[in-house]
């Protein structure tokens, strides 16, 4: 039981190229959800996905698309990256089985993160 | 909108030394509270939650009690260890879409 992995654990790229970031679960969760991390900001959510089949905006989307390829992985794509976007992102993946009533209580289970430069 | 705010880091501490580290939230309705922490070159990792006022949330010598009426959820530990050295971030998690929102995180480095 690997939990939440993510593929690749490090990358540099050039600005204006593209790249897809892997996540994929293996608890049968339906939610799952996209981060970056930045110093000084915690955590900050970039798009999630409620239940396979549906995707939703976060806190920061400019730049970024998703896809929600199935039940277990939820990749992230930078069409063409920037400087900005250099970061540590994560992804999570919770039950979200209980619907709103009980994903307030649900606990996000994180995988270990991908480090990206962009130069 | 929802949001946390915990206290500035970096914290320093001796080897066996009382430990805090302040958390406090804004959110409407009734959020649940959680204390991730995330070791070196690691991803978070759920050290403790709360659900409702008053609940105690603890794990591994850590604790943090949810305070409504002063909108906080403190975490302390009696007595910190070199393995505790990390960055804790606090979150809430409330309102229909269960996103979490983080606080900006803490590093605590524990001396010997």
């Known amino acids: 039981n690997a939990g939440v992995t993510q593929t690749p654990k490090f990358q540099v790229l050039k600005t204006g190229q593209s790249m897809t970031l892997q996540c994929a679960q293996d608890?049968?969760?339906?939610?799952m959800y996209w981060y970056r991390q930045d110093p000084g900001m915690g955590l900050r959510l970039i798009y999630y996905s409620a239940s396979e089949g549906t995707t939703d905006k976060g806190e920061v989307p400019n730049g970024y698309n998703v896809s929600r390829l199935n039940k277990r992985e939820f990749s992230l794509r930078l069409e063409s990256a920037a400087p900005s976007q250099t970061s540590v992102y994560f992804c999570?993946?919770?039950?979200?089985?209980?619907?709103?009533?009980?994903?307030?209580?649900?606990?996000?289970?994180f995988g270990p993160g991908t480090r990206l430069l962009v130069l | 909108g929802d949001s946390v705010t915990q206290m500035e880091g970096p914290v320093t501490l001796s080897e066996e030394a009382f430990l805090t580290i302040n958390c406090t939230y804004t959110?409407?309705?009734?959020?649940?509270l959680f204390w991730y922490v995330q070791y070196p070159g690691e991803g978070l990792q759920l050290l403790l939650k709360?659900?409702?006022?008053?609940d105690k949330g603890s794990n591994k010598g850590f604790e943090a009690t949810y305070r409504k009426e002063t909108t906080s959820f403190h975490l302390e530990k009696g007595s910190v260890q070199v393995s505790d050295s990390a960055v804790y971030f606090c979150a809430l998690r409330g309102g229909n879409t269960g996103k979490l929102i983080f606080g900006q995180g803490t590093t605590l480095q524990v001396k010997p």
């Open positions: 959110a409407t309705g009734y959020p649940s």
């Open positions: 709360a659900t409702k006022a008053d």
């Open positions: 608890m049968n969760h339906n939610s």
């Open positions: 999570a993946s919770s039950s979200g089985r209980g619907g709103p009533r009980t994903a307030t209580r649900e606990t996000q289970y």
